[in-house]
């Protein structure tokens, strides 16, 4: 497994955006509201990676995962952290999430920042045993009961 950062010469972007949706696909019916993943283009993506930090994992041929982050003033904040169903259980979003570490530490930042739905429970408890807290639970535009956890990772 090779991770690899998203740069100017990624040219895989079709690929990847297949890999978010699928990635993302259990959550349909189960969040409200529906993943932002799906409003994500080739084009959208390509610009996401030019403005944030993306690291892809690589397993031969095959992508296997991916995160972006977003350094913000006291922390890195994490999203589409994605990993195909065929690498689930292989340490994939750990070696994605320790990459997403030393970013954040290259750029002094002391803490990992993410959002997580409400609804989605085994997330809650991945989160928490890779060092996640819960500091903040927030809603939707719209919406008038939490949506979203906030979590952070002190490094």
Request: glycine share 8%.
């Amino acid at each position: 497994m090779q991770i690899i950062r998203i740069d100017a010469a990624f040219d895989r972007y079709k690929e990847l955006l297949a890999l978010i949706l699928d990635a993302f696909a259990y959550m349909d019916g189960r969040i409200d509201p529906p993943s932002s993943a799906h409003a994500l283009t080739i084009e959208g993506l390509s610009e996401k990676a030019s403005a944030e930090i993306g690291f892809v994992a690589v397993d031969g041929s095959v992508l296997a995962g991916c995160i972006f982050c977003k350094p913000e003033t006291d922390c890195l904040y994490i999203g589409k952290l994605a990993v195909s169903a065929t690498c689930r259980g292989k340490g994939v979003g750990r070696l994605l999430l320790a990459s997403a570490e030393a970013a954040a530490r290259d750029r002094h930042l002391a803490a990992l920042r993410l959002l997580t739905r409400i609804e989605l429970t085994e997330n809650h408890r991945t989160f928490s045993a890779w060092g996640f807290v819960e500091t903040d639970r927030t809603a939707h535009p719209g919406f008038t009961r939490p949506t979203s956890i906030e979590m952070r990772k002190t490094l």
